[in-house]
């Protein structure tokens, strides 16, 4: 079963619908750079090393080898908060969490993107898990059950102001700017017509607070004003999937989600 799928990089010569996808199962190893032995992956940029670095694929993941002598790789997590690590060069076998991801190899001026996916995924069997204090083998309850760690109701208009922040990176821009609090207003406008600057500045505050990124009001000592918190939010909420791209059906669909 194949478990790594790499996307070269474009090329003058690629259509929008040509570039090749290569498939490597576990345990395979996958060459790049200028010039590499048969079976490769050749990226013909004269700022790419000769023996750039190599992808071994694993089970469920892939490792990043960097055979270069002085460029530092990075591979971003294009679904992510803006994610990434840092392969220096030299460095072998770095193991990369994303289950998508993206080498941006420097060249001469340009960044090449490498995609890469790793689609496989490995999950306990239902009787094996224990969940929320049930015991999965014998479905007895052992103890109270675990609070969760985020408590969110999709269907209450703070979800819905969250889901609005967090779209333009969840469309597939890591580094997308956050939208300005009108523009949030525009984009509620179709499920919550009453939305107004004054509604959506107050849920964005209160997201802050119940998302314990800082003291409720009603502490004695408020501590220091958050800045970023648009941001911070964001970063929270995509770090941890309290909002993926099939929240997004909050903004687009009133007639199915009605907010409260």
């Not at 490597?24 to 004269?46: D, K, Q, Y």
């Not at 059950?145 to 209450?156: C, E, I, M, V, Y």
Request: charged share 25%; hydrophobic share 40%; glycine share 8%.
């Amino acid at each position: 079963m194949y478990s790594i799928i790499v996307v070269p990089p474009p090329t003058t010569e690629d259509g929008p619908d040509r570039r090749a996808q290569l498939r490597l199962a576990p345990g395979e190893r996958l060459a790049f750079g200028r010039s590499v032995p048969a079976g490769g992956l050749t990226v013909p940029h004269e700022g790419v090393s000769r023996r750039a670095g190599e992808i071994t694929a694993h089970g469920t993941f892939w490792t990043l080898s960097n055979l270069s002598r002085r460029q530092t790789y990075v591979v971003e997590n294009p679904e992510g908060a803006g994610e990434h690590i840092k392969v220096a060069p030299g460095r072998l076998d770095a193991p990369v969490p994303f289950e998508f991801s993206r080498i941006v190899l420097p060249a001469a001026g340009e960044l090449l993107p490498v995609e890469v996916w790793a689609p496989r995924h490995d999950y306990l069997l239902p009787e094996e898990a224990d969940a929320d204090g049930d015991d999965g083998a014998t479905g007895r309850r052992d103890g109270e059950p675990t609070a969760p760690a985020f408590s969110l109701d999709r269907t209450k208009r703070y979800f819905a102001v969250l889901a609005a922040l967090c779209e333009p990176r969840l469309r597939g821009a890591p580094h997308a700017p956050l939208p300005t609090v009108d523009q949030v207003v525009e984009r509620l406008r179709p499920a919550w017509p009453a939305a107004s600057r004054t509604s959506v500045q107050w849920n964005i505050d209160y997201l802050a607070v119940k998302l314990r990124l800082k003291p409720g009001p009603e502490t004695a000592d408020p501590g220091p004003r958050l800045n970023g918190k648009k941001e911070s939010l964001v970063s929270l909420a995509l770090r941890f999937d309290l909002v993926r791209e099939d929240d997004l059906l909050v903004l687009a669909e009133p007639s199915r989600r009605a907010l409260r």
